[in-house]
Protein backbone atom coordinates (compact mmCIF):
# COMPACT_ATOMS: atom_id res chain seq x y z
CA UNK A 1 0.00 0.00 0.00
CA UNK A 2 1.33 3.49 -0.91
CA UNK A 3 1.18 6.42 1.75
CA UNK A 4 1.78 9.46 0.22
CA UNK A 5 2.05 11.32 3.61
CA UNK A 6 4.89 8.37 4.72
CA UNK A 7 8.80 9.76 4.09
CA UNK A 8 11.78 7.17 4.96
CA UNK A 9 14.62 8.34 5.84
CA UNK A 10 18.02 6.06 5.27
CA UNK A 11 20.71 6.48 7.82
CA UNK A 12 23.71 8.56 6.00
CA UNK A 13 21.48 10.31 3.95
CA UNK A 14 19.62 13.22 4.63
CA UNK A 15 15.59 13.22 3.59
CA UNK A 16 16.23 16.80 3.57
CA UNK A 17 19.36 17.37 2.70
CA UNK A 18 18.89 21.51 2.38
CA UNK A 19 18.63 21.44 6.45
CA UNK A 20 22.52 20.75 6.71
CA UNK A 21 23.35 22.77 4.08
CA UNK A 22 21.84 26.03 5.63
CA UNK A 23 22.49 25.16 8.99
CA UNK A 24 24.29 28.87 10.35
CA UNK A 25 27.56 29.71 10.02
CA UNK A 26 28.15 32.24 12.92
CA UNK A 27 27.01 31.30 16.44
CA UNK A 28 25.06 34.88 16.71
CA UNK A 29 22.66 33.06 14.06
CA UNK A 30 22.28 29.72 15.84
CA UNK A 31 19.30 30.15 18.38
CA UNK A 32 19.75 30.49 22.38
CA UNK A 33 18.37 27.26 23.60
CA UNK A 34 16.89 26.71 27.33
CA UNK A 35 17.27 23.37 29.31
CA UNK A 36 15.54 23.06 32.30
CA UNK A 37 15.19 19.58 34.67
CA UNK A 38 16.96 17.81 37.51
CA UNK A 39 16.52 17.41 40.94
CA UNK A 40 18.76 16.94 43.99
CA UNK A 41 18.99 13.48 43.02
CA UNK A 42 19.85 13.63 39.49
CA UNK A 43 20.82 15.79 36.44
CA UNK A 44 22.51 13.60 33.89
CA UNK A 45 19.92 14.39 31.48
CA UNK A 46 20.54 17.68 31.67
CA UNK A 47 24.68 17.50 31.51
CA UNK A 48 24.18 15.38 28.57
CA UNK A 49 21.81 17.89 26.77
CA UNK A 50 23.67 20.68 27.40
CA UNK A 51 26.78 18.86 26.21
CA UNK A 52 25.04 17.93 22.91
CA UNK A 53 23.38 21.01 22.13
CA UNK A 54 27.04 23.07 22.15
CA UNK A 55 28.87 20.14 20.18
CA UNK A 56 25.55 20.60 17.51
CA UNK A 57 26.41 24.30 16.92
CA UNK A 58 23.71 26.07 19.60
CA UNK A 59 24.31 29.78 19.63
CA UNK A 60 24.09 29.88 23.24
CA UNK A 61 23.11 27.23 25.46
CA UNK A 62 22.11 28.17 29.49
CA UNK A 63 20.49 25.56 32.02
CA UNK A 64 17.95 26.12 34.53
CA UNK A 65 18.33 23.99 37.66
CA UNK A 66 16.85 24.00 40.72
CA UNK A 67 19.10 25.66 43.48
CA UNK A 68 19.37 22.17 45.76
CA UNK A 69 21.87 21.31 42.58
CA UNK A 70 24.10 24.31 42.94
CA UNK A 71 26.95 22.38 44.84
CA UNK A 72 26.75 19.48 42.14
CA UNK A 73 27.15 21.29 38.55
CA UNK A 74 30.11 20.12 37.35
CA UNK A 75 32.12 23.14 36.14
CA UNK A 76 31.87 22.06 31.70
CA UNK A 77 28.20 24.12 32.46
CA UNK A 78 29.32 27.23 32.56
CA UNK A 79 25.99 29.21 32.01
CA UNK A 80 23.46 27.78 34.57
CA UNK A 81 20.71 29.41 36.63
CA UNK A 82 19.77 27.90 40.26
CA UNK A 83 15.94 28.69 41.40
CA UNK A 84 13.97 28.05 44.35
CA UNK A 85 13.49 24.20 45.06
CA UNK A 86 11.20 22.46 47.34
CA UNK A 87 11.61 19.93 50.55
CA UNK A 88 12.17 17.29 47.42
CA UNK A 89 14.99 19.04 45.75
CA UNK A 90 13.00 20.24 42.62
CA UNK A 91 11.79 23.07 41.00
CA UNK A 92 9.59 24.89 43.52
CA UNK A 93 6.37 27.56 43.02
CA UNK A 94 9.20 30.60 43.19
CA UNK A 95 11.00 29.03 40.54
CA UNK A 96 8.03 30.53 38.51
CA UNK A 97 9.72 34.09 37.97
CA UNK A 98 12.68 32.73 36.61
CA UNK A 99 11.24 30.22 33.80
CA UNK A 100 9.32 32.71 32.66
CA UNK A 101 13.36 34.78 32.23
CA UNK A 102 14.50 32.08 30.39
CA UNK A 103 11.72 31.50 27.98
CA UNK A 104 12.31 35.29 27.40
CA UNK A 105 15.95 34.92 26.95
CA UNK A 106 15.66 31.32 24.44
CA UNK A 107 14.66 30.73 21.29
CA UNK A 108 13.28 27.42 22.34
CA UNK A 109 12.90 25.59 25.69
CA UNK A 110 13.92 22.25 26.28
CA UNK A 111 12.16 20.18 29.28
CA UNK A 112 14.98 17.64 29.53
CA UNK A 113 13.32 15.92 32.86
CA UNK A 114 15.15 14.36 36.04
CA UNK A 115 12.37 16.51 37.44
CA UNK A 116 11.09 14.36 40.20
CA UNK A 117 7.62 13.30 41.11
CA UNK A 118 6.46 16.48 43.48
CA UNK A 119 3.26 17.53 42.61
CA UNK A 120 4.29 21.13 43.29
CA UNK A 121 6.58 21.06 40.69
CA UNK A 122 4.18 19.43 38.11
CA UNK A 123 1.97 22.35 38.42
CA UNK A 124 5.31 24.82 37.76
CA UNK A 125 5.97 22.74 34.76
CA UNK A 126 2.21 23.23 33.73
CA UNK A 127 2.30 26.35 34.50
CA UNK A 128 5.37 27.13 32.15
CA UNK A 129 3.41 25.55 29.14
CA UNK A 130 0.15 27.16 29.31
CA UNK A 131 2.31 30.74 29.65
CA UNK A 132 5.20 30.12 27.43
CA UNK A 133 4.82 30.69 23.60
CA UNK A 134 8.14 29.84 22.11
CA UNK A 135 9.49 26.35 20.39
CA UNK A 136 9.23 23.90 23.48
CA UNK A 137 10.68 20.20 23.13
CA UNK A 138 9.42 17.63 26.07
CA UNK A 139 11.15 14.24 26.51
CA UNK A 140 12.19 11.39 29.02
CA UNK A 141 10.46 12.14 32.90
CA UNK A 142 9.06 15.67 31.93
CA UNK A 143 6.45 14.09 29.72
CA UNK A 144 4.96 12.02 32.87
CA UNK A 145 5.10 15.12 34.72
CA UNK A 146 3.23 17.04 33.15
CA UNK A 147 0.78 14.51 32.34
CA UNK A 148 -2.40 16.47 33.72
CA UNK A 149 -1.56 18.53 30.88
CA UNK A 150 -2.02 16.56 27.84
CA UNK A 151 -4.96 17.76 26.23
CA UNK A 152 -2.88 21.36 26.68
CA UNK A 153 0.16 19.50 25.46
CA UNK A 154 -1.42 18.51 21.78
CA UNK A 155 -2.92 21.97 21.26
CA UNK A 156 -0.09 23.42 21.70
CA UNK A 157 1.73 25.16 18.69
CA UNK A 158 5.04 24.52 18.24
CA UNK A 159 5.86 21.78 20.52
CA UNK A 160 7.64 18.17 19.90
CA UNK A 161 6.79 15.23 22.24
CA UNK A 162 10.25 12.84 22.56
CA UNK A 163 8.05 9.85 24.18
CA UNK A 164 8.61 6.78 24.70
CA UNK A 165 5.77 4.17 23.46
CA UNK A 166 4.13 3.80 27.03
CA UNK A 167 3.93 7.62 27.32
CA UNK A 168 2.29 8.02 23.43
CA UNK A 169 0.08 5.25 24.79
CA UNK A 170 -1.30 7.54 28.05
CA UNK A 171 -1.16 10.63 26.13
CA UNK A 172 -3.42 9.24 23.57
CA UNK A 173 -5.65 7.61 26.31
CA UNK A 174 -5.51 11.74 28.35
CA UNK A 175 -7.07 12.40 25.39
CA UNK A 176 -9.29 10.27 24.65
CA UNK A 177 -8.02 9.61 21.21
CA UNK A 178 -10.27 6.94 19.52
CA UNK A 179 -7.30 4.39 18.70
CA UNK A 180 -5.67 2.19 20.94
CA UNK A 181 -1.73 1.87 20.46
CA UNK A 182 -0.38 -1.61 21.14
CA UNK A 183 3.15 -2.59 21.48
CA UNK A 184 2.57 -5.57 18.71
CA UNK A 185 1.40 -3.08 16.41
CA UNK A 186 2.53 -2.88 12.64
CA UNK A 187 4.93 0.38 11.92
CA UNK A 188 2.41 0.93 9.29
CA UNK A 189 -0.45 0.71 11.93
CA UNK A 190 1.38 3.62 14.11
CA UNK A 191 2.41 5.25 10.58
CA UNK A 192 -1.43 5.50 9.80
CA UNK A 193 -2.39 6.41 13.33
CA UNK A 194 0.23 9.11 13.79
CA UNK A 195 -0.94 10.45 10.07
CA UNK A 196 -4.40 11.31 11.35
CA UNK A 197 -3.39 12.33 14.86
CA UNK A 198 -1.15 15.12 13.83
CA UNK A 199 -3.71 16.66 11.40
CA UNK A 200 -6.02 16.74 14.34
CA UNK A 201 -3.96 18.25 16.45
CA UNK A 202 -0.69 20.51 15.90
CA UNK A 203 1.92 18.65 18.39
CA UNK A 204 5.29 16.88 16.75
CA UNK A 205 5.67 13.22 18.01
CA UNK A 206 8.82 11.47 17.78
CA UNK A 207 8.37 7.77 19.36
CA UNK A 208 10.52 4.46 18.71
CA UNK A 209 8.71 1.74 17.70
CA UNK A 210 9.65 -1.46 16.24
CA UNK A 211 13.26 -0.15 15.72
CA UNK A 212 12.10 2.42 13.88
CA UNK A 213 12.01 6.17 15.09
CA UNK A 214 9.21 7.65 14.13
CA UNK A 215 8.40 11.35 13.75
CA UNK A 216 5.29 12.90 12.80
CA UNK A 217 3.65 16.68 11.94
CA UNK A 218 1.08 17.88 10.17
CA UNK A 219 -0.15 14.70 8.70
CA UNK A 220 3.18 13.34 7.42
CA UNK A 221 5.47 10.71 9.14
CA UNK A 222 8.57 10.16 8.76
CA UNK A 223 10.48 6.54 9.49
CA UNK A 224 14.51 5.74 10.30
CA UNK A 225 15.96 2.78 11.55
CA UNK A 226 16.73 3.29 14.85
CA UNK A 227 19.73 0.89 16.65
CA UNK A 228 19.96 2.83 19.26
CA UNK A 229 17.57 3.65 22.08
CA UNK A 230 20.22 5.08 24.87
CA UNK A 231 20.46 7.91 22.74
CA UNK A 232 16.94 8.74 22.90
CA UNK A 233 16.48 7.94 27.32
CA UNK A 234 19.73 9.88 27.70
CA UNK A 235 18.03 12.72 25.96
CA UNK A 236 20.53 12.99 23.18
CA UNK A 237 18.00 12.83 20.39
CA UNK A 238 15.49 15.54 21.82
CA UNK A 239 19.05 18.22 22.37
CA UNK A 240 20.00 17.63 18.97
CA UNK A 241 16.10 17.81 17.67
CA UNK A 242 16.22 21.37 19.98
CA UNK A 243 18.99 22.79 18.35
CA UNK A 244 18.09 22.20 14.66
CA UNK A 245 14.85 23.01 15.20
CA UNK A 246 16.15 26.39 16.59
CA UNK A 247 17.72 27.00 13.05
CA UNK A 248 14.76 26.58 10.66
CA UNK A 249 11.54 27.31 13.11
CA UNK A 250 8.88 26.91 9.90
CA UNK A 251 10.26 23.43 9.54
CA UNK A 252 9.78 21.15 12.76
CA UNK A 253 9.36 17.75 10.82
CA UNK A 254 12.16 18.69 8.37
CA UNK A 255 14.92 19.98 11.39
CA UNK A 256 14.35 17.44 13.13
CA UNK A 257 15.01 14.38 10.99
CA UNK A 258 18.05 16.11 9.94
CA UNK A 259 19.10 16.24 13.12
CA UNK A 260 19.00 12.45 13.88
CA UNK A 261 21.45 11.49 10.90
CA UNK A 262 25.07 11.93 13.35
CA UNK A 263 23.22 10.10 16.16
CA UNK A 264 22.06 7.22 14.23
Do not use: C
Not at 214 to 226: H, L, S
Amino acid sequence: MDFDYWHKQMPGTPLFPDIEWSRPEQRSHAGRLGIIGGNKLGFAGVAEAYGVAAKAGVGEVRVLLPDALRKQIPTVITDAVFAASNMSGSLARDAQADMHALGAWSTGVLLIGDAGRNSETAIVYEDFIRDYSGQLVITRDAVDLVKNSSSVLVERPDTLLVVSFAQLQKLFQAVYYPRILTFSMQLTSLVETLHKFTITYPVGIMVLHKEQLVIARDGQVVTMAWPNPMAIWRGSVAARASVYWLWHSGKLLESVTTSLLELS
